[in-house]
C-alpha cells in the first residue's frame, strides 16, 4: 500500500473529493464480511475506516485480514483507545480529541499506543478530532466525557481547528458522531476549509446523497458515512444515480 496520506494530500490538491465508509466492529459479523465488501467495492467509497468508540471484541484482526481479502481499498483504524489497534490494517488515523479537555484522549492513549505501534508497520496519520453538538449525546461524547463544541460558534471551533493544524495534525476531522441527528454545519465545514491548509474530513449525521455531495461543495475533502450504511448496506443503490463524479475520478 503506498503513502496514503500523501495521496489523501495530492487529491485535495486536485479537489478530488474522497468518500470513507466507516465500519464499527462491535456491530458486524465476520461471515457478513465478504457481502459487506462487496457492497463497498460497488459503491463510491475510497477509503474504508474501522473502529469505534468503543470496542470489546477481540476479532478486529479477523474484521481486517476479510476485508483485505474482499477489497483493495485503504483501510485506516479510527480507535477509540490503543486496544483497537491492529496491525492487519494500512494505517491509522491517530487521533487527538481536540474538542475536550480530559487529559486521557489529548494524550495519554496516545503515548499508551505508542509501544503497539512500534511494533507494526502502519502508517500513523496524525488528525485533530473535533466533536460538534448534533441535537443528541453521542457515543464519542459518553465515552471520552467531554463536552462537543457547538454548533453555533463556528469562530471558535474554526480556531480549534487551526490550533490543531499548529499542533502539527496532518488531517482535521469534524465529527457530529456516531449516529447524530444532526449533521456538522455547511456554514461550519466551509469556514474550517477555509481557514486551514490540510486535509478536512467530515462525518456524522450524514444520510443522504445531498447530504454528501452538501458537505464535499461546502469544503470537505473526505466524507464519512457510517450509521446509514450501518443500518442499510444498500445504501448506496437505493440512493438513485450517486456517481460522485469526483470520487469516481479519483478510484480511477
Same mark, same amino acid.
Do not use: W
Given at each position: ?120 508497520? @502502519? $502508517?500513523? %496519520? !496524525?488528525?485533530?478530532?473535533?466533536? *460538534? ?10 465515552? #471520552? +466525557? ?39 454545519? @455547511? $456554514?461550519? %465545514? !466551509?469556514?474550517?476549509?477555509?481557514? *486551514? ?10 444520510? #443522504? +446523497? ?43
Amino acid at each position: 500500500m503506498t503513502n496514503i496520506y500523501n495521496e489523501i494530500r495530492i487529491s485535495k490538491a486536485k479537489s478530488e473529493k474522497l468518500l470513507a465508509i466507516l465500519i464499527d466492529p462491535d456491530k458486524v459479523a465476520l461471515e457478513t464480511i465478504s457481502t459487506l465488501a462487496e457492497k463497498i467495492n460497488q459503491s463510491p467509497a475510497t477509503h474504508i475506516l474501522v473502529g469505534g468508540s468503543s470496542f470489546e471484541g477481540n476479532h478486529l484482526d479477523e474484521i481486517i485480514v476479510q476485508l483485505k481479502k474482499n477489497t483493495k481499498l485503504p483501510i485506516l483504524l479510527f480507535p477509540g483507545n490503543p486496544s483497537q489497534i491492529s496491525s492487519e490494517a494500512h494505517g491509522i488515523l491517530f487521533l487527538q480529541l481536540l474538542s475536550g479537555r480530559n487529559p486521557d484522549y489529548l494524550i495519554e492513549h496516545q503515548v499508551e499506543a505508542v509501544p503497539i505501534l512500534e511494533k507494526t508497520t @502502519l $502508517e500513523v %496519520i !496524525s488528525t485533530g478530532y473535533i466533536l *460538534i453538538e448534533s441535537g443528541n449525546e453521542t457515543a464519542v461524547e459518553r465515552v #471520552s +466525557k467531554t463536552k462537543p463544541l457547538s454548533k453555533n460558534n463556528i469562530e471558535y471551533v474554526t480556531q480549534t481547528a487551526k490550533a490543531g493544524e499548529f499542533i502539527g495534525n496532518k488531517l482535521i476531522y469534524l465529527e457530529a458522531g456516531s449516529g447524530a441527528k444532526n449533521a456538522v454545519p @455547511l $456554514e461550519m %465545514i !466551509s469556514e474550517v476549509s477555509s481557514r *486551514i491548509s490540510v486535509p478536512l474530513i467530515v462525518g456524522g449525521g450524514i444520510r #443522504s +446523497k445531498k447530504a454528501i455531495d452538501d458537505a464535499f461543495l461546502a469544503g470537505a475533502d473526505m466524507v464519512v458515512i457510517g450509521t446509514a450504511f450501518e443500518n442499510d448496506i444498500n445504501f448506496f443503490d437505493n440512493q438513485h444515480n450517486v456517481t460522485l463524479s469526483a470520487v469516481e475520478v479519483q478510484k480511477k
